[in-house]
């Protein structure tokens, strides 16, 4: 009886334990505003800029700032979460990724999706793409930045 007892106190101390290393993070709207301002000049160069606010096991909160569109991409395990913070985009998803090539990681990159369904998105709204989902943003002549939250697929 008491090494079911021990066995029990021991199994609800793990979760506690693991807790206690573990701490809120907030990431403050003046900084976040700053540093989407400062990817904004390296997206004209490129076409496309981004940063990582915070990187945990089981997701990552990340910056995108885009000035052109992007090519079509899957990705393999993780679904992507996008709160537009700027501009407006055309998402593209589901269809066929044209010129696929597949990396090392499991992510599928290509030039353009053929026979996707497109909707407009824009500032202030949430987009959810589950992993396996071909996706593409197509951009009008305008910036588009999002946070993008990635969420990593649990086995």
């Not at 003046?30 to 490129?46: I, P």
């Not at 066929?96 to 026979?115: F, N, R």
């Amino acid at each position: 009886m008491k090494l079911i007892s021990f066995v029990m106190m021991a199994a609800l101390a793990i979760p506690c334990y693991a807790l206690q290393g573990s701490k809120a993070e907030v990431f403050p709207s003046k900084d976040v505003a700053s540093q989407l301002s400062a990817l904004v000049e390296k997206a004209k160069a490129s076409g496309s800029s981004g940063a990582t606010l915070g990187d945990y096991k089981s997701h990552a909160i990340k910056l995108s700032v885009r000035t052109g569109s992007g090519g079509a991409e899957v990705h393999g395990h993780y679904d992507d979460i996008f709160v537009v913070t700027q501009g407006q985009a055309t998402l593209v998803t589901g269809g066929t990724v044209l010129d696929a090539k597949t990396k090392a990681d499991g992510e599928i990159t290509g030039t353009k999706i053929q026979d996707g369904t497109s909707q407009t998105i824009v500032k202030g709204d949430v987009v959810h793409i589950p992993a396996g989902t071909p996706h593409q943003l197509l951009l009008h002549g305008e910036t588009f930045s999002a946070i993008i939250i990635k969420v990593k697929e649990t086995q």
